[in-house]
């Protein structure tokens, strides 16, 4: 079964704090992919980062860095420095192909409140 | 490069009633897919179309539920009769190719009262 799960509902910082969103995934699929979208309060999915299995190199992109762990099942999204403006509903999803379809399987998001 | 748009953004509607969703894919994109989030609960997968043909529909949680997309360019969504439950953000998203990062619209907010 393909699935992913984002086991914190919610997580509130302190602006300027490090903090990390946990995603767990998993797939009987040798080819996949990872996916991280930011859920603003205005309401629209904004794509941030997409992985293929075949790349475990991490990536760092300003604030933000990823860490795609095979051996683990894991890719979780580390915001460094956090800013209010980075207040959102995170969304990890899996792409794979599942019975024939190729379709994204999100898991549940994580709320993030970022306080001054 | 325009996104992808959806009309309305939020549609409150009474229990029995027709609604109809409209995504604009972004312009190039053959592929168009629709999500559902309902209330407190993970986005999930409704259906995909490859240009105006149904690749996949095996998320549409009933016969209530169409959707279309003649000419291969925009889709619609409509829900008759609409029912308590399917109260929701309904999401399209456009991607290039099939493996291709999909898009997402702004959602359309959907309350059936």
């Known amino acids: 079964a393909q699935k992913v799960t984002q086991a914190q509902t919610e997580i509130s910082v302190v602006e300027k704090e490090d903090v990390t969103l946990d995603c767990v995934y998993e797939t009987r699929d040798t080819t996949y992919y990872l996916f991280w979208y930011k859920q603003p309060p205005s309401g629209e999915l904004v794509f941030l980062i997409r992985r293929n299995s075949f790349d475990e190199q991490n990536e760092i992109s300003g604030r933000y860095s990823w860490n795609f762990q095979k051996s683990t099942s894991s890719f979780n999204f580390t915001i460094t420095a956090s800013q209010v403006v980075d207040s959102a509903v995170y969304f990890c999803?899996?792409?794979?192909?599942?019975?024939?379809?190729?379709?994204?399987?999100f898991g549940q998001g994580t709320r993030l409140t970022i306080n001054p | 490069e325009a996104g992808v748009t959806q009309f309305p953004s939020h549609s409150v509607i009474e229990k029995g009633q027709t609604v109809t969703l409209r995504c604009d894919p972004i312009?190039?994109?053959?592929?168009l897919y629709w999500y559902r989030r309902v209330m407190g609960k993970e986005i999930k997968f409704l259906l995909h179309?490859?240009?105006?043909?149904?690749?996949?529909e095996s998320g549409m949680p009933n016969n209530r539920f169409l959707a279309e997309r003649t000419g291969g360019t925009y889709s619609t969504l409509k829900v008759q009769p609409a029912e308590l439950e399917d109260s929701g953000v309904y999401f399209c998203a456009s991607s290039q190719n099939l493996q291709g990062t999909q898009y997402f619209g702004p959602g359309t907010r959907l309350t059936v009262l």
């Open positions: 312009s190039g994109h053959d592929n």
């Open positions: 179309f490859v240009k105006e043909s149904k690749q996949d």
């Open positions: 999803a899996l792409w794979a192909v599942i019975q024939g379809a190729q379709k994204l399987v």
